[in-house]
Antibody
Framework: QVQLQQWGAGLLKPSETLSLTCAVY????????WSWIRQSPGKGLEWIGE???????NYNPSLKSRVTVSVDTSNNQFSLNLRSVTAADTAVYYC?????????WGQGILVTVSS | DIVMTQTPLSLAVTPGQPASISCKSS???????????LYWYLQRPGQPPQLLIY???NRMSGVPDRFSGRGSGTDFTLKISRVEAEDVGVYYC?????????FGQGTKVEIK
């Protein structure tokens, strides 16, 4: 049974960089895409981007200019960096495993952007 | 991006009665591999979404058989044959035939 455990800073000021990491326990790391998804009251569920174990990435065009997703295969972890955050980036951020759909999710982290 | 439109946005159901949620996509989700890349999720309060149905009509392991999914290339339905108290939450559809994957806006199911 795969488990995803995520961590990172929950309170940021405008213009700072959001950084989150997700560790994957159990299951294969190599055959999936590893995604970041966020959920805010205003925009619902929004896919941010993903990476596979080879480092191949896909990003949502709406966020691509500010997003980097990276992978650490030696520790079965992947990370999200979102630069130049504003209040509009306030949301619960989830990591998730994708094979077609998202079948396993992290617990979610509320990230608040406020001055 | 493919737009996913769910109806209704909210639903109040008497326990034991059926419920049905519609999801329409702006493009066909039927792939040349003959799979339909449509998924259904339930999100309970304070929890991440839980995958119920994958590839339009396949139940995930452990999902009760009162949940079923059906549809065509652009029109999809999630049916709950007899709603139970534990089924309350927000239901989402998701398409992944094309990047970026996109979700419907959600249908909130409550018990009367």
């Amino acid at each position: 049974q795969v488990q995803l455990q995520q961590w990172g800073a929950g309170l940021l000021k405008p213009s700072e960089t959001l950084s989150l990491t997700c560790a994957v326990y159990g299951g294969s790391f190599s055959i999936y895409y590893w995604s970041w998804i966020r959920q805010s009251p205003g925009k619902g569920l929004e896919w941010i981007g993903e990476i596979n174990n080879s480092g191949s990435t896909n990003y949502n065009p709406s966020l691509k200019s500010r997003v980097t997703v990276s992978v650490d295969t030696s520790n079965n972890q992947f990370s999200l960096n979102l630069r130049s955050v504003t209040a509009a980036d306030t949301a619960v951020y989830y990591c998730a495993r994708r094979y077609g759909g998202f079948d396993s999710w992290g617990q979610g982290i509320l990230v608040t952007v406020s001055s | 991006d493919i737009v996913m439109t769910q109806t209704p946005l909210s639903l109040a159901v008497t326990p034991g009665q059926p419920a049905s949620i519609s999801c329409k996509s702006s493009q066909s989700l039927l792939h040349s591999d003959r799979k339909t890349y449509l998924y259904w999720y339930l999100q309970r309060p304070g929890q991440p979404p839980q995958l119920l149905i994958y590839e339009m009509s396949n139940r995930m392991s452990g999902v009760p058989d009162r949940f079923s999914g059906r549809g065509s290339g652009t029109d999809f339905t999630l049916k709950i044959s007899r709603v139970e108290a534990e089924d309350v939450g927000v239901y989402y559809c998701l398409q992944s035939i094309q990047l970026p994957p996109t979700f419907g806006q959600g249908t909130k199911v409550e018990i009367k």
